[in-house]
């Protein structure tokens, strides 16, 4: 099962890419989608649709994970995120794509197995896991492996 592991964001899409197969990890790539700054959000918003379509295409996905949006004290924030969110989401039913949606406590229980982990614990799991040389930056990156790492041990494919 190839899955798209996403980190949504209007700046930075992070998104990973994981191959895994009979409870293995046999591949994994990962990157991120940035938008240039002071570029209009609707320019922002169409190039964000368009890199992960060529994503979905490119890897051949065939199923997604998203973290659940949570809103923090920033509303002008959490509202361009959640415009971000709605963009991907459409560039992923636009393939027939599924995308489940996981918290950031459920993704850090199914990487580290302790839903309070730091973000070092989960990235370097993510880096151990994935057998990298390194652990994968940006950070908006290393988040999207770690929700489909959630994906695969939570939908046990």
Not at 38 to 50: G, N, S, V
Request: a negative charge; proline letters at 4%; aromatic letters at 8%.
């Amino acid at each position: 099962m190839i899955i798209l592991g996403i980190d949504p964001g209007v700046a930075t899409v992070g998104w990973g890419i994981v191959e895994y197969k009979g409870n293995k990890f046999l591949g994994s790539d990962y990157g991120a989608i940035i938008t240039p700054a002071h570029t209009p959000l609707c320019d922002r918003i169409e190039q964000i649709f368009d890199e992960t379509s060529r994503l979905i295409d490119y890897y051949h996905v065939e199923t997604a994970a998203m973290e659940k949006l949570f809103f923090n004290t920033n509303t002008t924030t959490a509202i361009d995120v959640a415009q971000a969110r709605g963009v991907l989401l459409l560039a992923l039913t636009k393939k027939r794509i599924h995308c489940s949606e996981f918290t950031p406590l459920q993704v850090k229980q199914a990487v580290t197995g302790y839903g309070r982990a730091d973000k070092q614990q989960v990235e370097a799991m993510v880096k151990m896991l994935l057998n990298l040389e390194k652990i994968p930056r940006p950070d908006d990156a290393a988040d999207a492996l770690a929700m489909a790492i959630c994906c695969a041990h939570c939908l046990r494919f």
